[in-house]
């Protein structure tokens, strides 16, 4: 679980990312599911963005990446900031504690 200042040390990193993946009128794939999960392998830090036309809410994609052991650092507009560490990459990104 994260801390409000390991939050806002995220939030603060993700507003210069871009916003690779996309949720639309499909809703949530096990493709989509696994490259989140490949990309957060890698990068640790992700955006993702609702489409008008997604069959799901924000709160439901946020409740559904954190049933996937996956951390949501950000609702805002459309968008979900999510968060998971990768121990074994050694140049990760650092928490303040």
Avoid: W
């Amino acid at each position: 679980m994260l801390t409000g200042k390991q939050k806002s040390y995220l939030r603060t990193l993700a507003q210069t990312e871009k916003t690779p993946f996309q949720i639309g009128k499909d809703g949530f794939t096990e493709n989509l599911l696994t490259t989140v999960q490949d990309y957060l392998t890698k990068n640790e830090l992700l955006k993702v963005s609702l489409l008008d036309n997604a069959s799901i809410t924000m709160e439901e994609a946020a409740q559904y990446f954190e049933q996937n052991r996956i951390e949501v650092v950000q609702l805002i507009g459309k968008t979900i900031v999510l968060y998971r560490r990768n121990p074994k990459k050694k140049d990760g990104i650092r928490l303040p504690r």
